[in-house]
């Protein structure tokens, strides 16, 4: 997609558009697991949530033993800071069942 010109719109669009101070960054996370079966695969997704949601960000995505998806904040216009990001690394990288973590930086979760 075309990214927009922010200097010739409105505050009033850029907002509708979730543009300049509207935009909304997260980063895109994937991990190799060890897990082997759904039902410790169960407990590891709700731990994530909770801890993701302790965060107040959210989370799209899944997947057993390569587990990705994006990471956003939960709310409106927010965006996810670098101390966030630093932190769900963290705690995924202190699980015995994750071998190995990635990161993408911070980008515009409406238009990447």
Excluded at 40 to 58: C, K, P, R
Aim: proline fraction near 1%; charged fraction near 30%.
């Amino acid at each position: 997609m075309k990214p927009f010109k922010i200097d010739n719109k409105k505050r009033r669009i850029q907002k509708k558009l979730f543009l300049g101070e509207f935009a909304m960054l997260g980063f895109d996370v994937s991990c190799d697991t060890k897990i082997k079966d759904f039902d410790n695969y169960d407990m590891f997704v709700d731990e994530f949530i909770d801890y993701i949601d302790a965060l107040d960000l959210s989370f799209g995505g899944g997947g057993l033993e390569l587990f990705e998806g994006f990471i956003c904040h939960a709310e409106r216009y927010k965006s996810v800071t670098n101390e966030q990001q630093a932190q769900v690394v963290s705690w995924l990288e202190a699980r015995k069942d994750i071998s190995a973590v990635r990161v993408g930086e911070l980008v515009d979760a409406n238009y990447f």
